[in-house]
């Protein structure tokens, strides 16, 4: 079985920046900078042969490239926090690149999670969720953090990943797919 899920790469100037949004964390798990990424699906667990027909509906996305900016961050989990991110903006090429992931999951006869997307780059985890003292300095973190800006970066392509948990998760990618990167069309009349 291979537990998997479709994500993009961080730029290597993003990963500089979410380290040092990391840099004085007052508790949980920081997440090891070679696992940052922005999950655009999450598929579970399922035999090889369902992951090949996830590989070739993947391959089949024609999409736009795009670009990735960091706006500030957040807390999932509500009054129990039990993640730490940094918040992507939703651009049109992202939502779109999403979508595309989810149909051809689809096609492969999986059932992806469809809930509301905040695109996010998870940062720290907090187990079952911060309580009390632990809470109110992850809320004070937070509130030092919120001006985490950056790029934008370019997108060029997006990853089928191998996810192996453990006592820190390791995930490998498995394939890239490219993005459309060409200059657009000037439409006609623009002049
Ligand atoms: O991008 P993030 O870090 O938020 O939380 C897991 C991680 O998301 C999520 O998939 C990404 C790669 O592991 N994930 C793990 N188990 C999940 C599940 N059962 C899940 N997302 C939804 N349902």
Not at 83 to 94: F, M
Not at 113 to 132: C, D, K, Y
Request: charged share 20%; glycine share 12%; net charge positive.
């Amino acid at each position: 079985m291979i537990r998997s899920f479709v994500a993009l790469e961080i730029p290597g100037e993003a990963v500089w920046r979410l380290e040092g949004a990391q840099a004085g964390l007052p508790c949980g798990r920081p997440v090891p900078s070679e696992n940052f990424h922005l999950t655009l699906a999450f598929l579970g667990e399922h035999p090889r042969p369902v992951i090949e027909d996830v590989h070739y509906a993947l391959q089949t996305i024609r999409a736009p490239g795009f670009s990735l900016t960091l706006s500030g961050v957040g807390l999932f989990g509500g009054g129990k926090p039990t993640a730490l991110y940094a918040h992507v903006l939703l651009k049109p090429g992202l939502l779109h690149l999403r979508e595309k992931v989810l149909q051809a999951a689809r096609s492969a006869g999986l059932r992806p999670q469809n809930e509301r997307f905040v695109p996010h780059i998870t940062l720290a985890r907090f187990g079952s969720g911060l309580r009390g003292e632990d809470a109110e300095k992850m809320h004070g973190f937070v509130a030092t953090r919120l001006d985490l800006s950056g790029g934008p970066w370019p997108v060029e392509d997006f990853a089928l990943f191998r996810s192996r948990l453990g006592k820190t998760a390791s995930y490998e990618a498995l394939e890239r797919y490219p993005l459309e990167t060409g200059l657009p069309s000037v439409a006609a009349g623009a002049w």
